[in-house]
């Protein structure tokens, strides 16, 4: 069964740091394009970061660049996002997700495999 679970988020004053991670399952990470999305409320759900499956090479959103690390661990079939100095404004929940396109862009459309969203809230 292909899945991926999240885990790290929660509660977080501004200026603090988080990590989160996607563990999959059913499949080979590495063969793939991954990405982290969020959602805040009455918004749409948007590419924070990605990593291409044909070159390695990473997107980030420009509200993130500089702060957010994306990265993956291909032994532990697991990805990871380092955020750091948070804002208010990173509140919203988290997912990742896969691409089986070999030029995927960092957009929802591009990715067919969810999980199952992990809250971040930023306040103090």
């Known amino acids: 069964q292909v899945q991926l679970v999240e885990s790290g988020g929660g509660l977080v004053q501004p200026g603090g740091s988080l990590r989160l991670s996607c563990a999959a399952s059913?499949?080979?990470?590495?063969?793939?394009?991954i990405g982290w999305f969020r959602q805040a409320p009455g918004k749409e759900r948007e590419g924070v970061s990605c990593i291409s499956a044909s070159d390695g090479s990473t997107y980030y959103a420009d509200s993130v660049k500089g702060r957010f690390t994306i990265s993956r661990d291909n032994a532990k079939n697991t990805m990871y996002l380092q955020m750091n100095s948070l804002k208010p404004e990173d509140t919203a929940v988290y997912y990742c997700?896969?691409?089986?396109?070999?030029?995927?862009?960092?957009?929802?459309?591009?990715?067919?495999?969810w999980g199952q969203g992990t809250q971040v809230t930023v306040s103090s």
């Open positions: 997700a896969i691409s089986g396109l070999v030029r995927a862009m960092c957009v929802t459309s591009d990715f067919g495999t």
């Open positions: 059913g499949f080979t990470l590495d063969y793939y394009g």
